[in-house]
């Protein structure tokens, strides 16, 4: 799939803020991000003067990256990457995870090449968030069949993120409060401490490898 025909502008997508909240203390490091698309995120995360390398499977965004001034290169996340052990400070991975067939391995392969302690920020969206249970009952299949292979809820995900060598340390997952987008004509977006595979839409979690 050519993902350059449905993200065709930079826009500053709900779990950006969150995500960027839980590591915006990071100055100085060498980090790696896996699909880094337009770079809206990359943006945010360079500002702090670090040492960012961008992977994306689209060869239009790695030349735009490029262009840009970004260390940019094609990757493919199913793949063994193409880095040795123990490169990188961080990694971020923002709504890719979903997109991957052997999602295991991934996480396996991105704590091969982080350091010691390295730390790893993903999101992912929550399959059994209460909208999508809303959405399964009234006859509709899960949101974005085909183009997500994958679908994890919040505590089927941290399992994996254990089992796969690390340590979850923070977290700041998000959901839209209820009739926002009809009452304020855009989501606001609240982050729920309770029953977080029910109310949770998207999974934001930081965690340390171990």
Known sequence: MNT??????????????PAYSLVSDIKHETI??????LGEFAKKISEGKNDLTC????????????????????ADFNSKLDFKQSTFDGAICLEVLEHIVNAEF??????RI????????????????????????????????????RFFNNSY???????KGYRII???S????????????????IKPKVLQNLFVQDIIILARKI
């Open 174 to 189: 998000i959901t839209p409060l209820p009739l926002s987008r009809i009452f304020f004509k855009k989501p606001i977006w």
């Open 157 to 163: 995900l941290k399992k994996i993120i254990e089992d």
């Open 55 to 74: 992977l994306d499977i689209d060869k239009e965004y790695v030349k735009s990256l490029k262009i840009r001034g970004y260390k940019a290169k094609m």
């Open 106 to 111: 991934f996480l396996s392969e991105i704590h």
């Open 114 to 149: 982080l350091k010691d302690n390295g730390w790893l920020l993903l999101s992912t969206p929550n399959i059994a968030w209460i909208g999508y249970r809303i959405r399964h009952l009234l006859g509709n299949v899960p949101p974005k069949e085909g183009y997500h292979y």
């Open 170 to 172: 923070k977290e700041s």
């Open 32 to 37: 790696i991000e896996f699909g880094s698309g």
């Open 4 to 17: 350059s025909s449905w993200r065709s502008k930079a826009e500053e997508r709900p779990w950006y803020a």
